[in-house]
């Protein structure tokens, strides 16, 4: 245990709950964004071009913001194996809310034209470097914290960062949507939920600045033992390990873009812009998310993180298929059942685990760097693209969902290849051995 300077004692309690409210925040910021391309981006941004090509388009954006995440985990895994993982996710949470006001104000494309949608590429892309600087702090911070036979446990709290963040911004859009006008929804009323983010800024820095680091790294950082570059080093001796997270991230991070993001835009073309099922599915699993997230993340404490990953990676193209067949039903309620059967059963058991197998793989002295880069690359390559590829393949396949499942299915089957290879050091005390 450390102490502050005001003697706040750092306890896992602490950390868990600090890692919570702000990777809440930042995903708030993150999914506001994805939630808004979804709505009202390709609209108000590329009202130029066909409604098709606008949401591809907006998609595209979408796609930046993950384009630079990976920029963001190795910029901040250098710096938090170095300097300390505090310091990187005040910073992280600094930039995304600056981004996000910002996007809040940022004019349409009927007020200044070509100049609306190049700055809402910029403002996506240091998004996205804030996001691939936060996660990986926040889940390293969380084990490196917690007793080895709870690092499931405390590492959840990472990740319910997630469902909160989806929860918040899909819900506050909601709200808005449900009591304005489609005319005033579009002028302004969509503005009101990335403004509110300078607000939940401030709520982040109160809380995370009273942090320390854990103090295997404290100690590291004192005997002066710290990696010169974090980057080279982890690449050098663990590239096993970040193919693994890499894999292991590919299938979960798809299907929760594919029904909670792309989901809104299938739903809205298949039963039309008035419906409200897409909205109210994803509220309710990311209200659901925050008990079950913690709750598989806790299970495999007990019996080890692969076996409920392999639950998630084998069974997410039935769940993807199901979406779908129950989107074209036009039913809310089977809507409901078949999203959080690929969300609440499905990815959270691949999620929950995340934070703390992650982290479990690599060294002290890379793991920031380590943990960041697999999950960021594999966020890159299946959750970036994935609209904007689900979108086009819709296309090919005339308006039917199937070659998106099969797409899908080559995700699901590198991620079971991959948690059948990777090592599982659940309660390993040192919580330090590469793969």
Partial sequence: MTTTATSTPTTPRRVALASAVGTTIEWYDFYLYATATALVFNTLFFPSVSPTAGTLAAFATYAAGFGARPIGAVVAGHLGDRVGRKSVLVGSLIAMGVATTLIGVLPAYASIGALAPTLLVVLRLV???AVGAEWGGAA?????????DRRGWYGSFTQIGSPAGM???????FLVRATTSEEAF???GWRIPFLASAVLVV??????????????????RAERQVAKLPIVEVLRTAPRAVILTTGLRLSQIGLYVLITTYGLTYVTQTLGRGSTAG????????AIGLATTPLWAILSDRVGRRRPYLLGAIGGTAALALFFLAVDTGSTVLI??????????VHDSMYGPQAAWFAEMFDVRVRYSGASLGYQIGSVLAGGFAPLVAASLLIAGDGRPWWIVLAYAGLAVLTTGAALLAPDHTRRREGSTSA
């Fill in 203 to 220: 709520i982040g820095l109160v809380i995370r600045l009273r942090l320390e680091d854990a103090p295997e790294f404290t100690t590291l």
């Fill in 279 to 286: 909205l109210t599915a994803v509220v309710i699993v990311s």
């Fill in 127 to 129: 998004q996205g470097f």
């Fill in 336 to 345: 409901v059942l078949a999203a959080v059967l690929a969300i609440n059963v």
């Fill in 186 to 188: 579009l002028a302004w």
């Fill in 167 to 173: 929860l918040l911004a899909t819900g506050s859009l």
């Fill in 140 to 148: 390293v911070l969380s084990a490196e914290h917690a007793p080895p």
